[in-house]
């Protein structure tokens, strides 16, 4: 059961959903993030998720957090994936950031003044993150980064971004979690020496939350935008996937919960030789399954939020939250398939919006490590429970 709080939490976040988002779909605002959203969201709270209160933040636990994305995510994907990745880079100053650090950013991150990006991706280096190509080196006068990170949320939108990078000084795997400040006001990010963004990805849904790629030439930066220990930007990185996990799980949920509320609507309005479509029991049976789906998905990412609320140390938060991506995320590609199927020649027309569903639902079954990575982390954790 939801606290009265999250209750509250949940209908603020459902009331600016459906009421402002809409305001930014369209082509008009595709390919971008929308700063006039993102500040929305800022005044609603919703930015400081997870930074401590006396930096501006609220300091949610997984299953608010786990709310927000839901109700956004319902109304459209984009802002709940850049709300969601923001957040996490706040947690990850949060926990790992110096005292100046944390200072310096989460007040404006908290407020949605500045939006923050996550550069963990390469080229050669997406599920396998160990492999990373780009470095870092210290030297008498600050920091130097070059290399290149792609799918990147919020990339060149973004003020604040928290790249990860091999950093051979302090050995062959070591590596190093680096901030990027923001750039000098009235300056982009792609004006700043060593510093270029490519053109935003065209993308097959999730449109109003674009990615792009970093590039790093001889990047200059101070030598405390370090992050944490120099040597452990790992498993710093590791750190924010039961999270991430769990928030993408809700978001799948909120596509899945829209996407039968869609179909209903329709199927309880269209007549064919008749009767309406709701009576038919072979759709009937498909909506059946539809709800039991959505349901056990939104129930196993419940579980997973209140544990890593309840004990963040607990070792089954590797293992629960790859269960809650992997299930409600390939829930939601059935359900928003079937949605569309139920909707017949309708389903497959923009102006229904399912069609939309379907395609989003296809992004959040590869992000954050993908469903047959979650197979194999799962997998791996059971074996270690076998006796030989």
Sequence with gaps: METQEQADIRASVRKLATTEIPRFQSEAFYGTTPRELFSLCGNLGICGLAVDEQFGGTLADAVTASLVSEELAAVDLGPAIFVSVHNMVCRLIQVFGSESQKARLLPKLATGEWLAAFGLSEPSAGSDASALKSTVTAGPHGLTLSGEKCYITSAGFADVYVVFARNPALGPKAISAIIIDPPAPGSKPQERPGFTVSAPDKKMGCELSPIASLQFDNLSLPLENLLGDPAAGYSIALSGLAGGRISIAACANGLSRTAIEAALKHLGEREQFGSKLIEFQGLQFMLADMQMQYEAARLLTREAA????????????????SYAKCFATDAAMKITTDAVQLLGGAGYIKDYGVEKLMRDAKMLQIVEGTNQIQRMVIA?????????
């Design 306 to 321: 209140q544990l890593l609320s309840r004990d963040p140390k607990h070792p089954d938060n590797r293992l629960l939250p």
């Design 380 to 388: 791996r954790e059971l074996a270690k429970r076998v006796r030989v």
